[in-house]
């Protein structure tokens, strides 16, 4: 549907529900790291109340528990101040940032494939490697890598697992592009 009220009511009805959590952000995508902790709690606060006052019914916040890591400047000290802002989860590479606190062995294995927890702090694992195949396309689907990875994470025998498969908005830009995905 193109019609954004409609898809916003949805999504607030969703999250009423409790059947949908938004991901968080800062505002203007400022990099936490680098500023003072009482800016990094406006920022959280003013984040909050924007999406609040979209998709909130008065009782219900729009996110509190899950926060998109701005450009993904992830390191110890990045994660501590996530979680001493009251998140539970974040996002994280598989292969930028998992390897570093895991290891390359682990990343790539089932672990690299599950949720899981770097000093408190509970890491949903981005697979930017497979993400790179998102724009290529075979006999009308998914690429042969994307097919693949898929088909070995269902026959592992490990039934929590998650594949984020993640891009741009940037590559959205031309039709041709987006035509692919």
Not at 23 to 31: K, L
Not at 78 to 86: F, H, K, L, V
Not at 105 to 134: F, M
């Amino acid at each position: 549907s193109t019609d954004g009220p409609a898809f916003n009511a949805r999504l607030r009805n969703l999250i009423a529900q409790n059947r949908l959590d938004l991901v968080g952000s800062s505002f203007s995508d400022h990099v936490p790291k680098y500023f003072l902790q009482e800016f990094n709690n406006a920022n959280k606060a003013l984040a909050e109340k924007f999406l609040d006052s979209i998709y909130g019914n008065g009782t219900q916040v729009a996110s509190r528990h899950i926060l998109w890591p701005t450009e993904r400047v992830l390191d110890t000290t990045t994660g501590e101040m996530i979680r001493n802002r009251g998140y539970t989860y974040t996002f994280a590479d598989q292969m930028r940032h998992f390897v570093k606190w895991v290891g390359r062995s682990a990343a790539l294995g089932t672990a690299g494939y599950r949720i899981n927890e770097v000093n408190g702090l509970k890491i949903i694992p981005i697979h930017d490697a497979a993400s790179e195949y998102l724009d290529q396309v075979r006999d009308g689907g998914s690429a042969m890598p994307i097919r693949q990875l898929l088909s070995r994470r269902s026959r592992s025998g490990v039934q929590d697992q998650v594949a984020v498969l993640w891009r741009d908005m940037g590559d959205f830009s031309s039709a041709a592009k987006s035509d692919s995905y």
